[in-house]
Structures are given as C-alpha cells and as structure tokens.
C-alpha cells in the first residue's frame, strides 16, 4: 500500500477513536433525553440508562480485563473486545498505540504540533534508552499485585488515566470557568447581555454540566496529567515510550507479530529522516536492529524514506526479530513492587480492621476485599452521577484505595432510585442493579446519625423539619416527636425531635447534604450498615 | 396668524405641547392607577370544583371543563403572553407515588394556554432533587416535548436577590422565570407536609425561590405567606387527581397515595388552599400559613363568600 495513504488512514483513525473517546465522554451523563411516557411510568418500571456504550473504550483495554481476571477472577462483560484487540496485537504489533489509543493521539498531538525539539536535540532523543523499560517494570508490578488482590492498574492504564484526567479535571474546569462567565453576563441588567449570557450557558451546559461540578483531589488530577502531557517537550510520547503499562503488554504480545519493518540498507543514504519522525524511539534507521516492541506502527519512517529503503510487509516465517527488551532487573523490580503494593495497601486496616466512617461505596458496590479487586478508578460512575455525589477517595478508602469512588454527602446524595453508576461500571465492581432491587432490598450505603448539639430543634435552636421532608424511604426513616422546650427567657415553644429509624435508613444521605446547619451538618451518614459489609454493620438483625 | 410659521416656532411649539401632555399624564396617572386597582381588588373571587366521577374520564378533559367553568383560559391568558406555569416536580418520583403535579393536568394546562393566544409556555421550577432526574421522572419533560412549552431548568444565573418586603423575608434570591413571565399559573399538587402539614398551592411558593430555602423551615407559615404575597399568580389550578395522604412531602409508596379525582381552581389562593384542606379532613384553622394568609389579607377562608361552582365528567 502507499505509504502516504497509510499515514492518513492512521490520521483519520486517531480522529476519529479520539473524537468517539470525547463523545462517549460527554454522553456519560443523565441522559437528556430520558423523557418517560408517562402513561409507562405509572405501570411499569423503568431504569434510566446512558444511551450509549460508555464503557467501550474499557472493553477495547486489554490490561482491564487482565487484571480484572488476575485479581477479580471474572470475566469482565464485553472481554472479547479485548481478546480481539490482542489477537490483531499479536498479527500487526502495537497497532492499538498508533491507530486507536486516544491518549496516544494527545500525545502525538502534542510532539507534533509546535515540537520542542528539532534538528540534533530530537535525533538524540529518538534514540533508544533505558529508559523505556519502566513501562515492562510497571506492567509486571501491576499484575502481580492484581494476582495478589489489588487492582491498581486503573491509576496508569491509559483509558482511565485519560477518563478520569477529563471527566474529573479538565471538563469540570473548563465548564466552571464557561459558566461563571455566564453567570456574571447573565446577571446584567441590559437585556441583549442577558440574553447572550443565558445562550451561551444553554450551548455549554449540555457539554459541561448545568451545576459547578466538583470533584475531590480534582485539581492533583489535573496537575498530573498537564505533567504527563509537558512530558512531550523532553521527548516524543515519552508517556507512551516510557511509562504506559498498557503499551508494555502490547510490546510483549507483539513480540511474533507478523507485520514486519524491513530495511534495505543498500538503498539508505543515511538521511536520518525515520529517526526524527520515529514516535516510539523504535530504531528504524539503519545499522541495528527493530525494536518491533517499541513500535508504535505510526508508519512515519515507511513514508518519510526518500529512498523507499524502509518497509512494512507481512511475514509468515517465525520471528526472526529479537523479543522486547524488558531487561531483568525491571521484570525483578516489578515483581517485588507487586508484591509490595498490595501487603503496604493493607498496612493501614481498611480491608479486614478498620471501617473509615467516611468510606461510603456507591450503592451495589461489591464488599470491599472484592471492590479494590476489580475498581479500576476510572471515574465513569462519578462522571455519571447526576448530583456529583460520588468523589475520587483521597484518605477515606486507605492507601490502597486513592481515587476510588466514595460518597461526599456535601458535594450531592445518592437519587433515591437511581441506579446510573453500576450500569456504567466496566468491570463491576459497582454492580449493575435496578433501581427495583435498590428500593425494594434495600441496598443500604450507610447509616444517618444525628449531631444532637448542632441539630437546631435538638439544641433548642428552634423548628426544622428539613431532614424527615427529604427522607425519600417510605414509610420514612426519620420520624418526629413532637417536644416543648421551654427558652431562656421562659417561654415555651414547641418543635419536633427527629430521630432516625436504623432499620429503614439506607444512607442516601440526602438529609445531611440538605440539613441547614452548614460546614459539618447536624445529621450526618456514615458508612457502617452498608448492605455489602457483613462486617461493617450496626444492628443485630435487619 | 399673520405670518407663516418659522422652524423655530414650530419647535417651540412642539415642546410646549409634548411637555404639557407629559405633564397631564403625570398628573393624571395618581389618579388612573388606583381605580385600576380598585377594579382588580373588586374582581369577584371564584371556585371551580371539578370531580372526575365516571370510571376511565380524561384527566386532560376535566381539566378545560374546570377552566371553561371560570370563563375559559382567555380570561387569565391574552394572546401574545409569555405564560409561565409553576408545577410541583420537586421530587424524582414518577406520577403513580403523587409526589409531583400531574403531568396530564400539566399537559392540559399548557395546551389551553397555547390555545389562548399564549407566546410562549414555560415550565418552571426550582427542584430538590436533580432537576434532570425530576423532569425525566415527573413526566414533565415529556409534557414540554408533547407541547412545545419550554421546560426551564433551574441554574444560579437564574437565580437574583429580590426585594420581597415580606415580613419574615426581605432580599431573597427568586427564581427569574417566575417574574418575568407575563402571566403565572400556579400548578401545585395537594399533598400532606412533616412540618406545615399541608403543601398546597402557596406552599408551592418555596419552589420559586433559591438560596438557602432549607432555612425557611425555622419559620414556615410566614414564610409561605410572604412569598405568596410577593408571586402573584393569575390563578391557582390545585391538581387533586391523587394525593399524598402519608408520608409527605416526598412519599415513595403507592400505599401514601389516595386517588382522588379532584381538581380545585381558584383565583383566591387561601380560599383554594383550604377548600384542598377539606379533602384531607384537616381543619384549615389548625394550618398556620392559611390562617397568617388570612389574616393579612391575601384571601378568604370563608368559601360561602366565593362564587362557587362544581364540575363533574
């Protein structure tokens, strides 16, 4: 085929899986349109679901179903995608990192449009290092400490970092920054203004989210991936040559691929252009030998040779190429890291001792040993949620746990029936379930408690009722009992006491995120009584 | 006139003519104004009960005979007006548990006003729950994709300080929608209240406002009134086809819900609010905000003083 013609069909497929990556993105959302006939809804029962397979990417992701399977033991829903993609690794190389990986194709993006570097500096840096083992060091620390029980794939792998950098950092940004210049216009008073600035709001707040969203720890995301990304500037998808785990495993699946470069070193001039227009530092010029693993199959070198003395054919012949370069000491150090993250995440009790009050999983998560198995922190659930209840963890699910989701009842609370974030969980450990089964169980999340001496009719402070109108469990999980207090002055007031009934609480929490007493408000959930824990309850019987 | 009029005299004129109008309107003007207020005071108060009493009646039906009973929508909507209908979809719950307004009644109510020569229908509401999931659930979304109306939805830049001159609330933050519309209707659905005990049609209210609402609940009954004083709706369409007779405001079980088959309107807030009261055997005297509304002056509790009149399908 034509080299040039190559390089366009790899173009427009990096367009085209990044802009699919951008929509499903956009569409991980309370769908807009999930407008029920009402004369549906009074009979029959009806989840609302995302219109689109949001999960896509993560079921193209072979390290999600390999770590998945390695610590979860399951079968990840849609794993032949990624059976699919290994296979077509296995015939045609790191494919995926050249024509698909939407991360890939920001970070081609940005080594190639304005480089940092040109002439001497990027031959110097497109010469093979080291360096590039780190990604198989990685990759092995990741698996072994999936096979040891803990799934921390998800805080490389390139489909969540990208998810959860976006969803959780980028997006939310850009829309606050929108939407606060919205606002200020909004609140004008001459009418044209007015007018422009609920316009603009009405274009962006589809895209962006109707509330300010905000997510814990949000900004350290954002700050990490603006480093991943000025990584470039050193050297070319120094993420991809580097550090991507992903990339590691397609490296060794790769290893008999039967795409082949071939070099004519007769022909070469030595003109160095396959060098400086080489993503993966994959040795196309002449005198050594291809690193096949390496290769991002971006096919650059193939249509930059003026002298056609580089090739891609198709060899049916066994590899004659020499395997990827792990080197020992990254394959051994990888191994003792994976042994070491997951007996380290454990030093801190969360999983068999202690029981953080604030660890509230969203509701159908799996118990915990199970959940840091399969969670891969991508953020999906809580780009989801539609009251931006569901933060990226910071302290609240221990080392072990950073950047899984945990409720914040002052960012938003758990919709009563809604059931959004396990039906986009990839791998299920937020399980699918129906907002039937959520209702009628129930599936607890925790347990509300109040603070007697800041709750206002507890501390005599005067009538509120805010926590038992909310209370969406019926019959109601926090009564009222009327009570007269009598005031400094003398006077009698009467208010009502509530109380919070343990048996039907679910912890949804919607009375701590609408209680009026702000800061730290007066009825609070905690995470004890939560339906997955047999441990972590309250109650004798329930 | 001996002489041709000169450019100057012309101008001159002009202003001497322009600036004794303006005066004679100014003048004037004192004493137009309260007259018309006078004539919309002297507006005779009116009840419509409508009863759907035949198995399997239309929602949508019940509610134009409830209208044409009160003299047709045109009597509160003229043509050209940017209609605002307020309904109570607080709640993400669907129509069966009651918890909101009736999306059929919502429809009909929209469609009578699109067919009164109304611009545009806004529906409109401040929501508790996530207002997508409210809309989505409520019906009300499908209403304003049925019909066209434009479905609101509720956001800070919408939200601005107003003077409320209330006697409990001052400057509040109200929701923009509801004041710039050219006529109000008022779309509350009846249902029972933790702390008020009732939430009917000036309850509805609290759904018009932003900021911190869950503070209002420290002083609920003049609160309520206040914010009934400041909306002024055109009239009140109280949709009793199922109440919520336990459990309230939020419900969540069919077995809170008791079908009624009602509609009450009226042009009187207080005397709607406690001819609803009547359904769920509650005494309106023991509901603090119908008394306090009473008492200063925003309605009658006293029925017999109304133009009553029943509808029946």
Not at chain 1, 95 to 111: E, K, N, Q, W
Not at chain 1, 522 to 528: E, F, N
Not at chain 2, 130 to 149: D, H, Q
């Amino acid at each position: 085929m034509n080299a040039r013609r190559l390089i366009w069909i790899r173009r427009i497929s990096q367009g085209v899986f990044l802009a699919l990556f951008l929509f499903l993105l956009v569409q991980t959302r309370f769908p807009g349109t999930a407008y029920q006939g009402y004369s549906v809804a009074v009979t029959a029962e009806h989840d609302i679901r995302v219109g689109y397979p949001a999960t896509f990417f993560f079921k193209l992701d072979p390290l999600v179903s390999l770590t998945s399977l390695l610590s979860g033991h399951v079968w990840i829903q849609g794993v032949f995608w990624a059976i699919g993609v290994l296979f077509l690794t296995l015939v045609l190389g790191r494919f995926f990192c050249g024509f698909v990986c939407p991360l890939g194709t920001i970070h081609h993006m940005a080594s190639v449009i304005r480089p940092s570097l040109k002439g001497k500096g990027l031959f110097e840096a497109n010469q093979k290092r080291g360096s590039q083992k780190i990604k198989y060091f990685l990759l092995v620390a990741i698996l072994v400490s999936a096979l040891l029980g803990l799934n921390v794939s998800g805080i490389l792998d390139p489909i969540s970092l990208l998810f959860r950098s976006l969803a959780l950092a980028v997006f939310p940004a850009v829309g606050n920054a929108i939407k606060a210049a919205c606002d200020v216009i909004a609140a004008s008073d001459t009418k044209p203004l007015n007018l422009l600035g609920y316009a603009a709001e009405e274009i962006a707040s589809p895209l962006f989210g109707y509330e300010y969203p905000a997510f814990q720890t949000g900004w350290l995301i954002g700050a990490l991936f603006l480093v991943i990304l000025f990584l470039n500037r050193i050297r070319p998808r120094f993420w991809c040559r580097t550090l991507c785990p992903l990339g590691a495993l397609f490296g060794l699946f790769s290893r008999f691929s039967l795409l082949r470069l071939e070099k004519n070193p007769g022909a070469c001039t030595d003109c160095q252009k396959c060098i400086l227009t080489c993503q993966g530092a994959a040795s196309p010029g002449p005198g050594v030998e291809w690193d096949r693993s390496e290769c991002l199959l971006c096919f650059n070198c193939f249509a930059r040779c003026p002298e056609d003395a580089i090739a891609f054919r198709f060899r049916w012949f066994p590899a004659q190429n020499r395997g990827p370069d792990m080197g020992r000491r990254a394959v051994l150090g990888g191994l003792v890291a994976g042994v070491s993250i997951p007996f380290l995440g454990r030093l801190d009790g969360q999983v068999y001792k202690v029981s953080d009050p604030r660890m509230i999983r969203p509701p159908g998560s799996v118990e915990e040993a199970d959940f840091l198995k399969l969670c891969q922190r991508c953020g999906l659930c809580m780009k989801v949620c539609p009251t931006n209840v569901i933060n990226p963890a910071l302290g609240e699910a221990g080392m072990a746990g950073l950047w899984t989701p945990v409720l914040h009842m002052t960012h938003g609370y758990c919709e009563y029936t809604c059931t959004l974030c396990g039906s986009v969980c990839p791998t299920g450990a937020i399980r699918a379930i129906s907002g039937r089964e959520k209702v009628e169980r129930p599936i607890r999340i925790g347990s509300a408690y109040f603070d007697r001496g800041r709750c206002l009719p507890w501390s005599g402070n005067g009538p509120c009722i805010v926590c038992e109108e909310h209370c969406p469990t019926s019959p109601k999980a926090i009564y009222l009992r009327p009570h007269v207090e009598t005031g400094e002055d003398g006077k009698t007031i009467t208010v009502q006491l509530p109380y919070v009934d343990l048996k039907r609480c679910v912890g949804c929490g919607i009375c701590e995120n609408k209680c009026p007493v702000k800061g730290r408000p007066a009825i609070r959930v905690m995470a004890a009584g939560e339906t997955r824990s047999v441990r972590n309850q309250i109650l004798l019987d329930l | 006139m001996d002489h041709p009029i000169t450019r100057r005299e012309a101008i001159q004129k002009g202003l001497y003519l322009s600036g004794s109008l303006a005066l004679a309107c100014t003048a004037g003007w004192p004493i137009h104004a309260p007259s018309e207020a006078w004539a919309l005071k002297k507006e005779e108060g009116f009840l419509i009960d409508g009863v759907g009493q035949t198995p399997g009646y239309s929602v949508q039906e019940l509610t134009e005979k409830v209208f044409d009973a009160a003299g047709g929508m045109r009597r509160f909507v003229s043509k050209g007006d940017v209609v605002v209908v307020k309904p109570n979809i607080s709640w993400a719950r669907t129509p069966n548990l009651a918890a909101g307004t009736n999306p059929e009644v919502l429809e009909a109510v929209v469609r009578l006003a699109f067919n009164a020569g109304a611009k545009k229908v806004r529906i409109a509401d401040n929501t508790i729950h996530n207002a997508r999931s409210c809309f989505a659930l409520t019906g009300a979304g499908m209403v304003a994709k049925k019909t066209g109306a434009d479905l609101i939805h509720p956001r800070s830049s919408l939200m601005r300080e107003m003077k409320l001159q209330g006697h409990r609330l001052d400057v509040w933050p109200v929701y923009v929608p509801l004041i710039e519309a050219d006529k109000l209707i008022n779309l509350p659905v009846a249902k029972v209240h933790g702390l008020c005990s009732l939430t009917l049609g000036m309850k509805n209210w609290i759904g018009g406002v932003g900021g911190r609402r869950n503070a209002l609940h420290q002083d609920i009954h003049q609160s309520i009134v206040d914010l009934a004083r400041f909306f002024k709706p055109s009239v009140t369409l109280i949709d009793a086809i199922r109440i919520m007779v336990k459990n309230g405001p939020s419900g969540g079980s069919e077995a809170d819900v008791a079908v009624m088959n009602r509609l009450i309107l009226s042009n009187d807030p207080v005397a709607g609010d406690v001819s609803a009261a009547g359904l769920f055997n509650i005494a309106p005297a023991s509901v603090g905000y119908m008394v306090l509304a009473e008492k200063q002056g925003l309605g009658t509790s006293d029925l017999s003083r109304l133009n009553l009149k029943k509808v029946t399908l």
